[in-house]
């Protein structure tokens, strides 16, 4: 009866997918242009994301090849990487430790690689008992030993579970390799000389991602590249 009442106070347009929308925003949708608008904001996507990378790709060039180099002295030297992010950073850490643990273009042995967000029973229980701020921390402080790497991912630089996963691996002598955006936020701030900051030179957090996915492609090839030499043409 009450959901009757609510209804027979707004007037719906139904669509034939079968949903109902307020008739304000019926009226809308009649002004609505799907292919030119629609094609209009894709198009902007994408010169908005490949004007980002290629700006990005003079600035950071460097700290990335710097990133390669941390790395592979890492895991020629028998250590180990670590992975930490939220949300689509947290994708991002699985996706880099796939590629190292499986392979990227070339067959390889498995390269030693964790993302530290997928054990739900470890991060639910340190979420619970604790806090949701040292699900990672807790376990760089379990796996991470001295000379082991943490890539910590976060687009904003203030993520602070990202933070005091940081925090933890600069107490254990490991060394950080941070992709933030947004200027570094807090986590730029915490890394030392012997630290890798690439910081995407954006605002906006779709754009972030997209260019810590490209650089983490660089990443694994750049290991590759170390490991193997260049391919022949």
Known sequence: MA???HRSLIAFEQYPCGFLFPRGVAVARLHYNPLTMTNHRIQAHFQESAELKIKS?????????????????????????????????????????????GRFERERLPLPALALTTDTSILTAVGNDYSFQEVFAKQVQAFGQAG????????????????????AALERDMRIVALTGKGGGAIGKRLTDADVHICVPHDRTARIQEVHLLTIHCLCDGIDVALFGEEAE
């Open 3 to 5: 959901e009757e009442r």
């Open 148 to 167: 082991d790497v943490l890539l910590a991912l976060s687009t904003s630089g203030n993520s602070p579970n990202v933070l005091a996963a940081v925090d």
């Open 57 to 101: 790709a003079a600035l950071l060039a460097d700290p990335i090849a710097q990133a390669v180099e941390l790395m592979f002295t890492a895991l020629s030297n028998g250590n180990k990487i670590l992975a930490c992010g939220n949300g689509g950073s947290a994708a991002d850490c699985q996706h880099f430790a796939a590629e190292l643990v």
